[in-house]
């Protein structure tokens, strides 16, 4: 069993920053998914194992980064250039597998969830 917890979050206004931070009980591939209320759970981005590969949806690249710190088994979400659109339930997971994939089922283990609200 892996025990992901999630940290970060809140509410931020247009054109703010907020940061997202995952912990696992161990080293994975790790992404952030969100879900905003009516819609399905998209995937947002996602970090190699090794840190090295990386991967974003479209609507989020150049204003999300993840990144990840192996010695402490963690991957963050510095997400700056906010949207209304953003707002949604933001979920950390992880995978067995190496590669990183963009669809829900390719993933285990999941965080609970912390919300993320941006104000217009």
């Known amino acids: 069993q892996v025990h992901l917890v999630e940290s970060g979050g809140g509410l931020a206004q247009a054109g703010g920053s907020l940061r997202l931070s995952c912990a696992a009980s161990g080293r994975y591939t790790m992404a952030w998914f969100r879900q905003a209320p009516g819609k399905e759970r998209e995937f947002v981005a996602g970090?190699?194992?090794?840190?090295?590969?990386?991967a974003y949806r479209d609507s989020v690249k150049g204003r999300f980064t993840i990144s990840r710190d192996n010695a402490k088994n963690t991957a963050s979400l510095q997400m700056n250039s906010l949207k209304p659109e953003d707002t949604a339930v933001y979920s950390c997971?992880?995978?067995?597998?190496?590669?990183?994939?963009?669809?829900?089922?390719?993933?285990?283990?999941w965080g609970q969830g912390t919300q993320v609200t941006v104000s217009s």
């Open positions: 970090i190699h194992q090794s840190g090295a590969i990386t």
């Open positions: 997971a992880v995978r067995n597998g190496l590669d990183v994939r963009m669809t829900v089922y390719a993933y285990t283990y």
